[in-house]
């Protein structure tokens, strides 16, 4: 008797499905965990001191906020000592591009005469500031006796509080107990009312700023023109290179990477100088030597408080100064500078 065995199909197990690969993230965590431990903090501190208040601004600039309109309810006591709370009518609002509108086309503020005023005070002061300040440098980098007390003397404005310059330039410049116009007296001419014309207020603002700004550009030339290889001024002497022909074709180009960042560095800082132009001009005469940063101050703070103009002045500004910035990097690229 034969028996037929029937056998059994062997069940087929199922693939392992490997995990996912951890996302970009991820893989940057587990492999700098401690670095990131470290930037948190910073991240914080940088959320709470500056992209808040930079969010808010913003947000700010598209309303009509002001000190008068700002309380949301009216409370009045009544007899028995109650308060008794409306609604104000009269409360901000949003307004969209309303500020920018009317700021741009004059309607309020003095947006267009602070902005050309500024232009001129940020390039004139950036140009000579760099100048004089490259010019020192090269005189300081060469061999000559009491070189170090030289440059400790050229440093040494940038280690006065800049307050403290302020009031300094200005009791100089004045009218009737200022050095200068002693000086001017000295020599025979007349004394100069240095803060009732506009050009000559802004002078001396401009002087001021000059004199605080050099100290800076001394240090970063200085430091660019010891990194130029001294083989090179070697190499020129031996062709017959001119002193002249050695700046033009080898200080300067061995500078230019130093050059383009100290640049860009004293234009946004010149360009946003508030305590020059508030301590030493006061926007004398009428408020002609004003520049936007003082501008958007005292529409934040003098009088009834513009919160919503001082914010569009903000916006306004960062926008220009992100511009310039721009477009200086694209330039910078087309001259084969890295950036």
């Not at 302020?166 to 100089?172: K, N, T, V």
């Not at 000295?186 to 002087?207: M, Q, R």
């Not at 000059?210 to 062709?239: H, K, R």
């Not at 017959?240 to 061995?254: C, E, I, M, S, Y």
Request: with cysteine; glycine share 8%.
């Amino acid at each position: 008797m034969s028996t037929a065995t029937v056998g059994r199909r062997t069940p087929t197990p199922e693939p392992v499905r490997e995990p996912a690969p951890p996302g970009r993230l991820r893989r940057s965590w587990d492999k700098h965990w401690y670095a990131w431990a470290m930037v948190t903090p910073v991240v914080i501190v940088l959320s709470v001191l500056v992209f808040y208040p930079l969010a808010r601004g913003i947000y700010l600039s598209f309303t009509d906020l002001t000190e008068a309109n700002q309380q949301r309810e009216l409370c009045t006591p009544s007899i028995t000592g109650e308060l008794t709370c409306q609604a104000n009518p009269n409360a901000w609002e949003f307004v969209g591009l309303d500020n920018y509108i009317q700021v741009l086309s004059g309607q309020i503020g003095q947006f267009w005469p602070q902005f050309w005023t500024t232009i001129i005070w940020t390039v004139t002061c950036v140009v000579f500031t760099y100048g004089i300040g490259l010019g020192l440098a090269v005189l300081l980098n060469r061999p000559m006796r009491g070189r170090s007390f030289y440059r400790v003397l050229l440093i040494l404005p940038w280690a006065v509080p800049g307050f403290v310059s302020a009031f300094s330039w200005r009791f100089m410049f004045n009218h009737d107990f200022g050095v200068v116009n002693a000086l001017l007296k000295a020599v025979g001419l007349d004394p100069v009312h240095w803060f009732d014309d506009k050009w000559t207020a802004l002078s001396t603002a401009i002087i001021t700023n000059i004199w605080l700004g050099v100290p800076f550009m001394i240090v970063s030339l200085l430091g660019g023109l010891t990194a130029i290889p001294a083989e090179l001024y070697e190499a020129a002497t031996i062709d017959g290179a001119t002193p002249w022909q050695k700046f033009k074709n080898v200080t300067l180009p061995g500078l230019r990477p130093v050059s383009m960042t100290v640049l860009l560095l004293g234009t946004i800082w010149t360009f946003n100088m508030f305590p020059i132009i508030f301590l030493v001009t006061r926007g004398q005469p009428a408020g002609q030597t004003e520049i936007l940063v003082t501008g958007a101050y005292r529409a934040a703070f003098e009088g009834i408080r513009n919160y919503s103009l001082a914010s569009t002045y903000g916006v306004l500004i960062l926008s220009i100064l992100l511009v310039f910035s721009v477009f200086y990097r694209r330039a910078l690229r087309k001259q084969g500078e890295v950036w």
